[in-house]
């Protein structure tokens, strides 16, 4: 079992800045990515990043936010900048391989207006 430890999540004002981390609890996954899920709303994904770098971000967080990884430390980052109140929801940090998926256990992001 792998367990995903989120942080850096919490309440900013609008045009502020967050920075989230995932830790998982072993390393070799091939896509490691954020979610999110707002109320009312389906769970979207925010941004993913493969195993070679290559990143994919929603069209509403682009220019926005940044994702990387540090495969060392087994953890992925999500760099958000100039947040919008619609980016609030409950962010989840997910990772791939080639068996399973996995989640966290998803961190509270509040941005107020």
């Known amino acids: 079992q792998v367990q995903l430890v989120e942080s850096g999540g919490g309440l900013v004002q609008a045009g502020g800045s967050l920075r989230l981390s995932c830790v998982a609890s072993r390393s070799g996954f091939s896509t490691m990515a954020w979610y999110r899920q707002a109320p009312g709303k389906q769970r979207e994904l925010v941004a993913s990043?493969?195993?070679?770098?290559?990143?994919n971000y929603a069209d509403s967080v682009k220019g926005r936010f940044t994702i990387s990884r540090d495969n060392a430390k087994s953890t992925v980052y999500l760099q958000m900048t100039s947040l919008k109140s619609e980016d609030t929801g409950v962010y989840y940090c997910?990772?791939?391989?080639?068996?399973?998926?996995?989640w966290g256990q998803g961190i509270q992001v509040t941005v107020s207006s």
């Open positions: 990043v493969s195993n070679s770098a290559d990143s």
């Open positions: 997910n990772v791939q391989n080639s068996y399973r998926i996995y």
